[in-house]
């Protein structure tokens, strides 16, 4: 008898062991990369807030000021998925998103960063799973903090149309009249990529929305 209950309550140990390892994976921790304030809030380099701030909307939540970022939460059926947008401008992304995968306790597979991509054509999605920064200083910031870019990234194609030299100005520009209308729809196109990248895992994100 009393060998029978060591049998139960260690099943049962494992069993709880087993139960909160999977709530813990069930979190996944969303940053969009941008820079705050109005001055930023509809440039190109912004795309990244513009798509949680869309992500957010569609659901009815609000950011909230949080330590290093605006943060909201949003649950996708048995999914959380916790969105943050940097306070710390872009060139210092990696305190805040180091900052938030510890305090979730979120591992970096279930890390997902949205940032604007020069070398795609406007409107151009693209996940993957790694990378270089590509000389994004967002991303260079991340990789230097994290000490690692093995990290799955949703690139958004903002487009080069842009004269030698003018690189800077063309990111930190506002979109044109008809990139404004054209956008809409990449955007939601970006959130469905969000949603099966937390709800079906990374491969089946970009088997499903990288040739979108």
Known sequence: MKKQLQKVAKL???LLKHSKSKLRVKK???AGLGNIGAEYAE???NIGFKI???LAGASNISFKTDRYADIAHLKVKNKELVLIKPSTYMNLSGTAINYWLQQEKSPLQNLLVVVDELALPFGAIRLKGKGSDGGHNGLKSINQVLGRQDYPRLRFGIG???PKGGQVNYV???WEDQEIIDLKPRIELSCGAIETFALAG???AMNEYNKK
């Open 172 to 174: 930190l520009g506002e």
């Open 52 to 54: 949680l701030d869309a």
């Open 28 to 30: 996944y921790l969303i």
């Open 12 to 14: 049962l140990k494992l």
């Open 202 to 204: 990374l491969n089946t």
């Open 43 to 45: 440039t190109r380099h």
């Open 160 to 162: 080069n149309d842009y």
